[in-house]
């Protein structure tokens, strides 16, 4: 069995919620900030990603860029699950609109993250749905709980009534 470990110091390791859109300057050790990471009101919605999480998401990831001192990122969702994918509370009104507007800043933050010079790492429980799933395969590793259960998702939007 081929395994690999990247050991980091804590204190260069951003943590980055896509659900959230919360991201923390490099962690410090014994920080009062912890992690950084709060719960959100999307964290009950399994972290579905509005217009104004995906433009956060995207301003949270232009932050980073800029941060010299990031050597790792790790991505998670809070609550039960990483995500699933898309709010359709928001696409049942417009959808072809409103999935532009979610996925145009999703997209510039892959493009973003995926050309950082530091491991992007997901950390997967729960539903890893849609947009969501798109998210943690622009990883360079995943780690799923055993309670993980993956779905592209997309394929269920024409089913809808």
């Not at 050790?29 to 999480?53: F, Y």
Request: hydrophobic share 40%; net charge neutral; glycine share 8%.
């Amino acid at each position: 069995m081929l395994c690999s470990v990247l050991v980091v110091p804590t204190h260069s390791v951003t943590y980055l919620c896509p659900m959230t859109a919360n991201a923390t300057e490099p962690r410090r050790p014994n920080d009062e900030r912890g992690s950084g990471l709060h719960r959100s009101p999307t964290s009950e919605q399994h972290n579905a990603i509005d217009i104004e999480t995906a433009k956060a998401y995207l301003d949270r990831c232009r932050e980073v860029d800029n941060n010299d001192g990031v050597r790792a990122v790790v991505l998670c969702g809070q609550g039960t699950s990483f995500g699933v994918g898309g709010d359709l509370s928001e696409l049942k009104f417009d959808a072809p609109r409103t999935a532009r507007k979610i996925i145009a800043p999703l997209h510039e933050a892959v493009s973003i993250l995926v050309a950082l010079d530091a491991p992007i790492i997901a950390k997967l429980r729960g539903n890893v749905a849609g947009g969501s799933m798109s998210l943690s395969l622009a990883c360079d590793v995943a780690v799923a709980s055993a309670n993980t259960k993956f779905n592209f998702a997309y394929t269920n939007l024409g089913n809808r009534g």
